[in-house]
C-alpha cells in the first residue's frame, strides 16, 4: 500500500511568518510521529500521538509548534513565528501501534526561513 | 545532549567487501535498536532492528549485533555494492520516540 506522505515537500518563507506541515500516515496505523533534522545533525522527535490519547509533546522546542491530529489520520505541524532557527527537513513517520515498532518514515518537507 | 553515537561521519569500501558502521549509545534504558538509510531527498528508510534480549539479527546482507555491555551495536552489511552508498543512521528507543545518531555516510566504491 502507500507510505506516509508529506506535503509540500519544499517551504521557503520569511521570518516571522507561519508554517502549515501536513502528514498523512500509512492507513491503518494509530501511531503518528514528527522528528525534525537539522542540517549536519540527527533526526530530533518532536511529538508522538497514539490513537485519542493525549499527545506527547515532549518534544516541541517552543510554544511556537504546535500539531494536531485527526483521529488516526492527517496530522498537521504548524510553526508561528518562523525564525531562521527553524530551518530543517521536518520528518513524519507512523507505525501500527506504537510501542518498540517500526517506523515508517516520509519523505520530508524541507522547510527554509529566510 | 546526544544518547546515541556515530563517531564516523563517513566510511569508504570497495565493493564485495565488509562494511562495518558502529554506533553507541548511553542510556541504559534503551532497549530497541534500529538502523535506518537515507538517500538525499528522501525519508529515511528501516533495514533491521534488534531488541535487547537478542545479540544478533541477521537479514540477508544485512547483520546488526548489540553489545549490552559495552552499549555498542554495529551493522555489517556483507558484501557490500555501489547502491549501498547512502547515510546509514543508528536509532535507539526505551518506549516509543527514537533518538538518532548524527549518521555515517557510506560510499562503496566499484
Known amino acids: 500500500g502507500a507510505g506516509v506522505s508529506q506535503s509540500p515537500s519544499n517551504k521557503v518563507t520569511e521570518k516571522g511568518k507561519d508554517v502549515e506541515l501536513r502528514c498523512d500516515p500509512i492507513?491503518?496505523?494509530?501511531?503518528l510521529y514528527w522528528y525534525r533534522q537539522r542540517l549536519g545533525q540527527g533526526l530530533e522527535f518532536l511529538i508522538y500521538?497514539?490513537?485519542?490519547?493525549?499527545?506527547?509533546k515532549s518534544g516541541l522546542p517552543s510554544d511556537r509548534f504546535s500539531a494536531e491530529r485527526t483521529g488516526e489520520s492527517v496530522s498537521t505541524l504548524t510553526i508561528q513565528r518562523t525564525q531562521q532557527e527553524d530551518s530543517a527537513v521536518y520528518l513524519c513517520a507512523s507505525s501500527p501501534r506504537g510501542l518498540k515498532e517500526t517506523q515508517y518514515f516520509g519523505p520530508g518537507t524541507r522547510l527554509l526561513v529566510l | 545532549d546526544q544518547q546515541v553515537k556515530q563517531n564516523s561521519p563517513s566510511l569508504s569500501v570497495q565493493e564485495g567487501r565488509i562494511s562495518i558502521l558502529n554506533c553507541d549509545y548511553t542510556?541504559?534504558?534503551?532497549?530497541?535498536f534500529l538502523w535506518y538509510k537515507k538517500y538525499p531527498a528522501e525519508g529515511p528508510t528501516f533495514l533491521i532492528s534488534i531488541s535487547s534480549i537478542k545479540d544478533k539479527n541477521e537479514d540477508g546482507r544485512f547483520t546488526v549485533f548489540l553489545n549490552k555491555s559495552a552499549k555498542h551495536l554495529s551493522l555489517h552489511i556483507v558484501p557490500s555494492q555501489p547502491g549501498d552508498s547512502a547515510v546509514y543512521f543508528c536509532a535507539a528507543s526505551a518506549g516509543y520516540a527514537l533518538n538518532f545518531g548524527k549518521g555515517t555516510s557510506l560510499l562503496v566504491t566499484p
Open positions: 542510556n541504559s534504558m534503551f532497549d530497541y
Open positions: 500521538f497514539q490513537g485519542n490519547s493525549a499527545p506527547d
Open positions: 492507513s491503518g496505523h494509530t501511531a
